[in-house]
């Protein structure tokens, strides 16, 4: 039984740092005495970032910086009426320091905003109608230092001491003085009888050669007194058959008992990604006595091959063609519910992705089912971003806050790499990271750390370390984040193993901005440039694809945008702009990124020919590929082509030969349809030659109030 404490509470900030020495924890202080100049409790309607709750534009604004100058104490009255003869509390998420006590008895405390936390109350927690006084001390810090004091580059430079990627990401992602705090989520005190299962049950299994059958091990802790009887059922999510049941009986002790249930599994069918397969789960009830959880899964291999060659992604043994976009919908992780997940993860499957990145964060536990479910794999990053400290003791607290997240998240076949730290020590160079926070603190302590916490699922050790033999991954902001003097079309000739990162950002719909009076206002003065912004991501988005995808498999196994929806109304790196609607861009991907997709083999000056790619396992036979080119209206090619495309296949359908030099405006328009008189694949391209020029005022100009580019407003 779960009584829910997620109503009925009051806050305070202790603008002096005196909540303890004036005994809040007990409850007893008259708010109104004169002298001692505490705040009042002011009751609250939800459990929220604080800002969210108390500012009306919690995304910016110099005014932020005080939520989090001094910690906020929160105070919740209620009373037990249940039997039980176990209590526990537990909070979903705090942001980010906490304290608690119960009935003026500290309970313990907590680090970190993503993992669930718990204590035991049984003895503390008053029954039969009387009052119990829970209180919670929560608090997220400024950080103050800049490594080698090098403020012109404070954005990159400060040295966060927290554990936490939802701030000081001031780089038109997060704006500088926001800095989210506060309890959000569940609050519920766990009433129990005699038998309980205390943690979430682990799920390890071995595929045998053939991977149609499996041999699992359901690995548990429970808690009671004398014999009971623990049965593991797991059950086929599609078709709801029961593939296995064992049931063990264990002599329990108050103290928590490990348990293992084995059981042989046939006739699996694999998790697999949306486009190349069945997304199938399964899913495990553990019962032991009157307890049970539920908890799903699904059987898949995972691997990644490193070497100088390529690194590449192995799903199921088979090369996974990744078709990324990096997703960070909300600085304010308690603003996200499964709705607005479900809207986003439909989306980019619509997009054609086939993989998200979640960047220096962790996601509320509903993202990860609803990716199971779509089959969207997963890149997961920690939340090391930049700089931070490297010593022994902050090293520590680092691995054990990712490392609980990773058990958290352990059971979901979504997640194929966990990231141990992002763009570690850069800034010394824009082709790579690296340096003493790769190869010294915290990088070989956090590879150990994960590695031997999953040794089932491959680690990159820091993103953008593409020298790194642990690592193989790249960076890329030509034509965009790398400065002016450059334009995208400059990657030509360029070749990537596995991009990580690219994009550009561009303001979304005018109307949306428009609702943000004091963000509209800063940036009107670019508005008349905004549809030659949007225009210029879209190209450039685009013109990224296509060159990953000329590459494909040589070398080239992916890539990864950045990222998909803006982060905030004033931040624009996304598809989609903070409101959910669309921007150019999207026209684009739903031609360039799909599975299967048709384009023009280019350069900058020349186009030399039509490809047909496919990365679905999908063979479509013969496929009548039809190309028009137009130059200023005058046609110079109208022509179709039959090639036959298999699965997982690339095919070279014509030969072109158009150069910049000799024609004033091509527009190109391909189509590819199956023999049934299915369109498999479309592109088109206007003015194909015509790539704009990088965006006037873009990266360098930013409003830090905001946290804003501001292009040449």
Request: net charge negative; aromatic share 12%; glycine share 6%.
């Given at each position: 039984?779960?009584?829910?404490?997620?109503?009925?509470?009051?806050?305070?900030?202790?603008?002096?740092?005196?909540?303890?020495?004036?005994?809040?924890?007990?409850?007893?202080?008259?708010?109104?005495?004169?002298?001692?100049?505490?705040?009042?409790?002011?009751?609250?309607?939800?459990?929220?970032?604080?800002?969210?709750?108390?500012?009306?534009?919690?995304?910016?604004?110099?005014?932020?910086?005080?939520?989090?100058?001094?910690?906020?104490?929160?105070?919740?009255?209620?009373?037990?009426?249940?039997?039980?003869?176990?209590?526990?509390?537990?909070?979903?998420?705090?942001?980010?320091?906490?304290?608690?006590?119960?009935?003026?008895?500290?309970?313990?405390?907590?680090?970190?905003?993503?993992?669930?936390?718990?204590?035991?109350?049984t003895d503390l927690a008053r029954r039969n109608g009387e009052k119990n006084l829970l209180i919670?001390?929560?608090?997220?810090?400024?950080?103050?230092?800049?490594?080698d004091a090098h403020h012109a580059k404070r954005a990159f430079k400060v040295i966060r001491n927290m554990v936490k990627g939802t701030y000081e990401h001031d780089d038109a992602l997060i704006a500088r003085d926001v800095n989210p705090v506060g309890i959000y989520g569940d609050v519920e005190l766990i009433v129990t009888d005699a038998v309980r299962i205390t943690e979430q049950p682990s799920i390890h299994y071995e595929l045998?050669?053939?991977?149609?059958?499996?041999?699992?091990?359901?690995?548990?802790?429970?808690?009671?007194?004398?014999?009971?009887?623990?049965?593991?059922?797991?059950?086929?999510?599609?078709?709801?058959?029961?593939?296995?049941?064992?049931?063990?009986?264990?002599?329990?002790?108050?103290?928590?008992?490990?348990?293992?249930?084995?059981?042989?599994?046939?006739?699996?069918?694999?998790?697999?990604?949306?486009?190349?397969?069945?997304?199938?789960?399964?899913?495990?009830?553990?019962?032991?006595?009157?307890?049970?959880?539920?908890?799903?899964?699904?059987?898949?291999?995972?691997?990644?091959?490193?070497?100088?060659?390529?690194?590449?992604?192995?799903?199921?043994?088979?090369?996974?063609?990744?078709?990324?976009?990096?997703?960070?919908?909300?600085?304010?992780?308690?603003?996200?519910?499964?709705?607005?997940?479900?809207?986003?993860?439909?989306?980019?499957?619509?997009?054609?992705?086939?993989?998200?990145?979640?960047?220096?964060?962790?996601?509320?536990?509903?993202?990860?089912?609803?990716?199971?479910?779509?089959?969207?794999?997963?890149?997961?990053?920690?939340?090391?971003?930049?700089?931070?400290?490297e010593d022994e003791e902050w090293v520590k607290r680092l691995t054990s806050i990712y490392v609980d997240a990773m058990r958290m998240l352990d059971h979901h076949p979504s997640i194929v790499t966990w990231i141990g730290l992002n763009e570690p020590g850069f800034f010394g160079t824009l082709d790579h990271s690296g340096g003493k926070a790769l190869t010294e603190s915290p990088g070989p302590q956090m590879y150990e750390a994960i590695t031997a916490a999953d040794p089932t699922r491959p680690v990159i050790r820091g993103s953008f370390c593409n020298f790194d033999p642990l690592s193989g991954d790249t960076h890329n902001y030509r034509g965009s984040l790398e400065g002016n003097h450059e334009d995208y079309v400059e990657i030509d000739g360029t070749t990537e193993k596995l991009n990580t990162e690219f994009g550009f950002d561009a303001p979304g719909c005018e109307a949306n901005l428009r609702s943000v009076p004091r963000v509209y206002k800063r940036l009107?003065?670019?508005?008349?440039?905004?549809?030659?912004?949007?225009?210029?991501?879209?190209?450039?988005?685009?013109?990224?694809?296509?060159?990953?995808?000329?590459?494909?498999?040589?070398?080239?196994?992916?890539?990864?945008?950045?990222?998909?929806?803006?982060?905030?109304?004033?931040?624009?790196?996304?598809?989609?702009?903070?409101?959910?609607?669309?921007?150019?861009?999207?026209?684009?991907?739903?031609m360039s990124n799909q599975p299967v997709t048709v384009l023009v083999e280019q350069t900058a000056e020349e186009a030399t020919g039509v490809l047909l790619i496919n990365d679905s396992p999908r063979s479509f036979g013969t496929v009548a590929v039809t190309v028009a080119v137009r130059d200023e209206g005058r046609t110079l090619l109208e022509k179709t082509s039959e090639v036959d495309l298999g699965a997982r296949e690339q095919v070279r359908v014509l030969d072109l030969e158009l150069n910049k030099a000799d024609s004033a405006r091509i527009d190109v328009r391909l189509s590819a349809v199956s023999g049934s008189g299915e369109v498999i694949a479309r592109n088109q391209y206007d003015d194909m030659f015509g790539h704009p020029r990088h965006v006037e005022g873009h990266p360098h100009r930013l409003s830090h109030d905001f946290g804003m580019r501001l292009y040449n407003a």
């Open positions: 039984m779960k009584v829910d404490l997620t109503s009925g509470w009051q806050v305070l900030q202790d603008v002096h740092h005196a909540g303890e020495a004036l005994g809040l924890p007990s409850g007893d202080l008259d708010h109104t005495e004169i002298g001692h100049q505490l705040s009042e409790w002011e009751p609250i309607d939800r459990l929220q970032h604080l800002q969210v709750l108390f500012s009306a534009e919690p995304y910016w604004g110099r005014e932020l910086r005080y939520f989090n100058q001094a910690p906020w104490w929160y105070k919740n009255e209620f009373t037990l009426d249940e039997e039980g003869s176990h209590l526990e509390l537990r909070f979903s998420h705090v942001d980010y320091y906490c304290e608690v006590w119960l009935n003026g008895s500290r309970l313990g405390s907590h680090e970190g905003y993503a993992v669930p936390f718990s204590f035991d109350v919670v001390k929560v608090w997220s810090p400024w950080d103050d230092d800049v490594q045998d050669d053939g991977k149609s059958s499996a041999a699992i091990a359901i690995s548990a802790k429970v808690a009671g007194s004398g014999e009971a009887k623990v049965t593991a059922t797991i059950t086929d999510v599609t078709t709801g058959f029961v593939v296995a049941r064992v049931t063990q009986e264990v002599e329990l002790s108050a103290e928590p008992t490990s348990v293992r249930i084995e059981a042989r599994v046939e006739g699996i069918v694999l998790w697999n990604t949306w486009d190349v397969g069945e997304p199938r789960l399964y899913d495990v009830e553990l019962r032991a006595g009157e307890a049970n959880t539920n908890i799903k899964f699904g059987f898949r291999t995972v691997e990644m091959v490193r070497n100088e060659s390529q690194t590449t992604l192995i799903l199921n043994g088979k090369r996974l063609y990744v078709r990324g976009t990096s997703y960070f919908p909300d600085v304010y992780l308690s603003t996200l519910t499964s709705e607005r997940y479900r809207r986003d993860l439909h989306a980019i499957r619509e997009a054609g992705f086939n993989l998200i990145r979640i960047h220096v964060h962790i996601q509320q536990p509903e993202f990860y089912t609803l990716c199971d479910e779509l089959g969207l794999a997963v890149m997961q990053d920690s939340d090391y971003n930049w700089t931070h400290p009107k003065s670019a508005l008349p440039r905004l549809a030659a912004i949007q225009h210029y991501q879209a190209r450039l988005i685009k013109y990224y694809i296509e060159h990953y995808r000329m590459q494909r498999w040589n070398p080239n196994s992916g890539y990864i945008q950045f990222m998909f929806i803006d982060l905030s109304p004033q931040s624009f790196y996304g598809a989609y702009d903070w409101w959910g609607h669309p921007k150019p861009v999207v026209d684009e991907l739903l």
